[in-house]
């Protein structure tokens, strides 16, 4: 089972600022938050990754609590393209290395 | 970032055929690939997780014996999807993974299976 939760849909106005936050409560220590993108019909795209402090590249920023226990999307100028769906992932561990498990994720729609 | 690539991109099939997928990790060497299902209007779902020269480990519910995979080489993964039937029609997506345990993971553009 996914272990972060999303709203499940969200808009935001072209140009502006997206936020999309993550709670992910139960993380463990040694677990990093991942975002991933998927446009439609496309795999998905990695955004972001982090595992305590704030990371920021050329796609997004991604904001984590103190505590871990939830964190938060930036995409600072959004753009009609940045419509799709954003998967928050806590990527956890196994005897053959780490697997992804996605949620629903959160539908994205950025309007002109 | 790597590229993953997948072979077809879209197949059509008639119901009890088998059809072959292939993934492909272009420039670096993928020591673990991760297959994905996909049904419309749902999220991911983990199929399997192969390392390459070892048998795959199928997720709880996805029988073995009807998506095999099979990962001989540190490039390249297929799936084959047996009997194929109606309800197998899916967006079927691969992940691959180099050789650092927590290195990025890499997604294919998907191959999307339709079976009348």
């Known amino acids: 089972d996914a272990k972060t939760t999303q709203p499940t849909s969200m808009d935001c106005a072209e140009g502006r600022a997206a936020n999309l936050p993550c709670n992910h409560s139960?993380?463990?220590?040694?677990?990093?938050v991942y975002w991933y993108r998927q446009i439609h019909s496309q795999g998905p795209q990695y955004i972001i990754h982090g595992l305590k402090n704030n990371e920021t590249n050329e796609m997004a920023s991604l904001i984590i609590t103190e505590d871990r226990k939830s964190s938060t999307l930036i995409l600072p100028h959004a753009t009609l393209r940045d419509t799709a769906v954003y998967y928050c992932i806590v990527r956890r561990r196994d005897n053959y290395g780490q697997n992804f498990v996605f949620g629903p994720g959160t539908r994205l729609s950025v309007l002109p | 970032g790597a590229v993953v690539s997948q072979h077809p991109s879209w197949v059509i099939c008639k119901s009890g055929t088998s059809v072959k997928i292939e993934c492909r990790s272009l420039?670096?060497?993928?020591?673990?690939m991760f297959w994905y299902r996909q049904f419309p209007k749902q999220s991911l779902m983990l199929m399997a997780t192969s390392n390459e020269g070892s048998k795959a480990t199928y997720e709880q519910g996805v029988e073995k014996d009807k998506f095999l995979i099979n990962h001989a080489s540190l490039t390249l993964s297929t799936l084959t999807v047996t009997s194929a039937h109606p309800e197998d029609s899916s967006f079927y997506i691969c992940s691959a993974r180099g050789e650092r345990v927590d290195g990025e993971q890499y997604f294919g553009p998907g191959t999307r299976l339709t079976v009348t």
């Open positions: 420039d670096f060497q993928a020591t673990t």
């Open positions: 139960t993380i463990s220590g040694n677990e990093y």
